[in-house]
């Protein structure tokens, strides 16, 4: 298993590193994930033998960069370097059981009533796993912006002005990159808090898709070619530094109601998906959430997730605009 990073420095700019124990090694040749994965399809290598080739012996520590204590910053583990506009950020739920009764839960009082949420996820129990080289039931998708939303281990998911809430969302998300011919490569999976308005959804489960217009974070570290059948963390928010609320929770293959491959064929069969060139970061769905236990997050607490073999923990503080919102006053040309 290879893990990644990419950091930023006010003088050296951008970089790429590989974790080796308790130091991040400098790649050369590329100054992102993006550019050396464009080069490894050129060049008809697997990333890692890419990682291996480009390695130096130059280092840092990690705990520095991991604490926000080094002049070296971390920056989302996957990007577009270029055009943020050309990175899409998307995502599929129900996909895990406590998502479906987090939503039956939200929007119905009886639980005997099956609500379009459960029966959603229960199609997926029922058609989301299918043989290898066929097509199974379409998953839930939602949109939830472009590049400008991805923040990385440290920095501030916000709430803004005319939301109501905003609560973490545990998750692994898988990284795209489409290749010249229009294929779309998985990049690796990258530890993530996909974050959204759970007040808002709770009103109208139609409410879902602006309940995802928000940001998310992604990183420390991108995984590639990581295990992902049965996957173990913890997720807990820390007020004053002290845990206010925890839980553990469970995600892959063996946990989820779809297969990997089934969610990319869903995402990846509309012909807009496959632009050469383009990034795609992908939720997977989450198993755990502090809403769903009556935990409202305050300005200041940070959202802590960590998950067995996805390297360090993720961790964002959350900000919440309190500003009076502003009408948008479109004027005609």
């Not at 609320?245 to 297969?259: D, I, L, Q, R, V």
Request: proline letters at 5%.
């Amino acid at each position: 298993m290879t893990r990644l990073l990419q950091l930023k420095h006010s003088v050296h700019g951008r970089r790429i590193a590989v974790v080796h124990e308790n130091q991040l090694r400098f790649l050369n040749g590329a100054d992102s994930i993006y550019r050396l994965a464009q080069s490894a399809i050129a060049n008809h290598k697997k990333l890692e033998q890419a990682v291996v080739d480009s390695t130096t012996g130059d280092s840092i520590p990690y705990d520095a960069v991991h604490k926000g204590e080094s002049d070296w910053r971390l920056l989302p583990a996957f990007d577009h370097p270029d055009e943020q506009g050309r990175c899409l950020v998307t995502g599929t739920g129900l996909t895990h059981k406590k998502s479906a009764d987090n939503r039956q839960a939200m929007h119905s009082e009886k639980p005997a009533v099956v609500t379009d949420s459960m029966r959603m996820y229960q199609w997926g129990v029922e058609g989301g796993r299918p043989a290898q080289g066929t097509i199974g039931v379409p998953p839930e998708w939602f949109y939830k912006g472009c590049g400008t939303i991805l923040r990385a281990h440290g920095e501030s998911l916000e709430v803004p002005s005319f939301a109501l809430d905003g609560g973490e969302e545990s998750e692994v998300a898988g990284a795209y990159l489409i290749a010249p011919d229009g294929q779309p490569r998985r990049v690796g999976l990258i530890l993530s808090n996909e974050f959204s308005d759970h007040k808002i959804e709770r009103q109208n489960y139609l409410y879902l898709a602006p309940s995802k217009l928000r940001t998310c974070a992604i990183g420390p570290e991108l995984i590639v070619n990581g295990e992902f059948q049965d996957a173990r963390g913890t997720v807990r928010i820390l007020r004053a530094d002290k845990a206010i609320w925890s839980k553990n929770f469970a995600t892959g293959e063996k946990n989820m109601s779809h297969t990997v491959a089934n969610l990319e064929h869903h995402h990846f069969k509309y012909p807009a998906h496959c632009r050469p060139g383009d990034v795609h970061i992908h939720f997977f769905g989450a198993d755990a959430f502090s809403f769903g236990d009556g935990v409202e997050l305050s300005d200041g607490d940070i959202m802590e997730i960590e998950l067995a073999g996805f390297g360090r923990p993720l961790r964002n503080p959350i900000r919440i605009d309190r500003a009076p919102q502003q009408v948008i006053s479109v004027q005609p040309l």
